[in-house]
């Protein structure tokens, strides 16, 4: 199949690249100069990185000191699930409070032993269950706590109450951090409206490159336990000389992402019902995970009860169609979804989890290309079932 009639909708595990990101990604690589120099070709490259670091700071509401540049998402998770994150002097967290559903970077990249972390339980709509956060947050007392929290679900799109935990954390003495990466352009995001000590963005999830992330602080007085100490980079909380071109292509991104996001949130949230329609049209006894939760407005998760995953996903792929089975850093292996078995689902319907989701590229087009496919698929399954 000619690859330019493909449809892509696997924008949650990444987006394709912005044409403002991949200008300015071209223009840094043909440039010279290490951010640390004093020489011309060094500040010039400094310039570049501090405006995307501004860039990157409008985007979430925070301030450009803020900002900690990463390799990615995973990269800024670990930075900040350590016992020395939180308040500049107050002593180390001695537990780790995480959502069930949290991507697996979080789940098992953070730095505190195993038997210090727990986590926090889902709805049956994958709700994190704060009545339970604010209770365990009161039993560790005195000890003091770290919650990681993520904004959206990268699998369901279940925007969690990040605020109102943090809230509850703070009421408590501990600290907060939230995975963001899903979020912007899709939602606002306010790093100040949450409340939270710190969030992690990914530049691929917003059309800049692979290979890019932040940690963003609430304010200066966060303190971060390095992972990487060498030069004094990133003010010394992260060392190791600075990718200049990804982080200026992640700058422009997230300028695009923030500028874009008070029509395209409305246009995402428009193609959502098509989707949706054309699931249950073609397959009435489609169970949609979390649609009674709120959820990021391009997003979908569905599975057809007699319907895997492997067979659906091989049949999209060769009508064009690209889909996944959820998170990006587990759907390859095809296993069953770590979220749904938080929120409770039948494992023979979580093994058969199909994730829809688009972005700004997205149109009708792609709505009738998955409703036809969708038909095809659920055609076959029909008459193997008739069969057997």
Known sequence: MDRAAR?????????????????????????????????????????????????????????????????????????ALSPGFGPVGAPRAEVLLVGAGEHPCVLDGHRFAPDAVERIPLSADGVADLAWLEARIAEIAPRRALVSLQLANSETGVIQPVAEAARIAHAHGASIHTDAVQAPG???VSIRALGVDALTLSAHKIGGPQGAGALVLASGAIAVDPLLRGGGQERGRRAGTENVPALV???????????????????????????????????????????????LPNTILFAVPGLRAETALIAFDLGGVALSSGSACSSGKVRRSHVLDAMGVEPALAEGALRVSWGWATDDEAVIRFASVLEDVEERRARRSQAA
């Open 7 to 79: 449809i892509y909708l696997d924008w949650n595990a990444t987006a394709p690249l912005r044409e403002a990101a991949a200008c300015v990604l071209v223009q840094a690589m043909a440039s010279c100069g290490n951010a640390s120099s004093v020489h011309a070709e060094g500040r010039a490259a400094r310039a570049a990185l501090e405006s995307a670091r501004a860039e990157v700071a409008r985007l979430v509401d925070a301030r450009a000191d803020a900002v900690i540049f990463t390799s990615g998402g995973t990269e800024a998770n670990a930075l």
């Open 186 to 188: 899709r939602i606002p």
């Open 249 to 295: 292509a992640f700058g422009a991104a997230a300028r695009a992402a923030r500028e874009g996001l008070p029509t395209e949130s409305a246009r995402l949230a428009a193609l959502g019902p098509a989707f949706e329609a054309a699931i249950r049209r073609t397959a009435p006894g489609a169970v949609i995970f979390g649609e009674r939760a709120p959820r």
